[in-house]
């Protein structure tokens, strides 16, 4: 996965840290020590596609900012309460809608080498005696894409399966499980996968693991008792998208069974505006931004109401068909959009924070205390 990049930026920092040497030495490409993070924006932001360079700069330094983040929802929308593990920054894969594009200026790969850090703020929360905690590192990369060159994931698996008090959800859109095989996980650690219509793979998510790769990596964790999820995000609408979207849910269901489920998001495509220009640029052949968008609340671009809850709709039936039980939830959506399209409002169930730990509680083993 990281095959791709063509220069290796070093944070004088990190210059000759056991870390940073092992991944200098696995990627052989020319390495620069810098001391100060601009030179590599600079030479970045000069490249004609800097979104394009930037998935080929590899920038090792510190995370000076803290590991564990709260998941950056709104207040218009229902959160989840997700914490983010902050491991590493922006991704080989080049999917048309990613928001980390758009994200950060500019977007650059960026992987940290302070674990120390991470280990000591880990500790803290596996050390909490409050609601179960559920984390994950698919916020600002596919921390999945690291396994070339470092052992971040199955260092990750350890620590968690150590403890009860969190779980870990690797979400990917990669098949590359070897890493998972033989580890001792004590299903602390989701396998997790982003899924969407063949399509929508082929035309908008490059270098992404086909919907049979993923799946059938999905089935070969569960084989290895890992509990597994599943994530319809970004459900994007075209011509004979439903059918498309309920094949792919029954697809999924031919391949892993619905108990070792923990949970399946859906969430329809919305966009910052500022991203658009950068579709537009970068994808000139996609048609995705073009859709009946509406401004949300939140200032993202959303999908008319009506057409959003009307996809859910058919989706959430099907899932309910193949398995009645199985958790599902929307990301970012209000109460009209639940009532509607899955027939309850998350307060009348504790909230979706609870929904989710009450999940996560059950298949992963954790120590429920709410
Ligand atoms: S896999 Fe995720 S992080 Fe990577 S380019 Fe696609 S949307 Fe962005």
Not at 5 to 26: C, F, H, K, M, N
Not at 114 to 134: M, Y
Not at 139 to 155: A, G, Q
């Amino acid at each position: 996965m990281l095959r791709s990049i063509s220069t290796l930026y070093i944070d004088s920092q990190v210059a000759g840290l056991p870390e940073t040497e092992r991944i200098r030495e696995s990627l052989d490409v020319p390495a620069v020590t810098v001391d100060d993070q601009s030179v590599v924006f600079q030479a970045v932001r000069a490249a004609q596609d800097c979104v394009g360079q930037g998935k080929r700069s590899l920038f090792l330094t510190n995370n000076r900012g803290g590991f564990l983040k709260n998941c950056p929802g709104t207040s218009y929308y229902r959160c989840c309460g997700y914490k983010i593990l902050d491991v590493a920054g922006f991704c080989t894969m080049d999917c048309s809608y990613c928001i980390l594009q758009a994200y950060f200026h500019p977007p650059v790969l960026k992987y940290y080498i302070n674990r120390e850090r991470l280990a000591a703020e880990l500790d803290a929360v596996f050390h909490n005696t409050g609601r179960p905690l559920r984390i994950g590192t698919g916020e600002f990369t596919d921390s999945m894409i690291w396994n070339c060159c470092t052992d971040l994931n199955s260092y990750l698996v350890e620590l968690f399966a150590a403890q009860t008090r969190a779980v870990l959800e690797l979400k990917t859109k990669t098949a590359d499980i070897n890493v998972l095989r033989g580890m001792k996980h004590n299903r602390k650690t989701i396998a997790a996968w982003s899924l969407n219509t063949e399509r929508v793979i082929s035309s908008e998510e490059r270098r992404t693991a086909t919907l049979d790769e993923r799946l059938a990596a999905a089935a070969e964790c569960e084989a290895m008792g890992y509990p597994v999820a599943f994530h319809f995000d970004p459900v994007i609408l075209y011509d004979g998208c439903k059918e498309e979207y309920l094949k792919v849910i029954d697809r999924l269901f031919s391949y892993v069974s619905h108990n070792n489920i923990v949970w399946i998001s859906i969430g329809a495509f919305r966009f910052m505006p500022q991203l658009k220009p950068v579709i537009e640029k970068r994808f000139p052949e996609s048609v995705i931004a073009y859709g009946e968008f509406v401004p949300g609340m939140d200032r993202k671009m959303r999908y008319f109401k009506p057409l959003r809850i009307d996809i859910y709709r058919s989706m959430v039936e099907r899932i309910r068909e193949h398995a009645p039980g199985v958790c599902v939830y929307f990301c970012m959506e209000d109460d009209q959009v639940w009532e509607q399209s899955i027939g309850f409002v998350p307060a009348e169930k504790g909230g979706l924070p609870h929904i989710l730990d009450e999940s996560a509680v059950t298949h992963c083993g954790l120590a429920a205390r709410f």
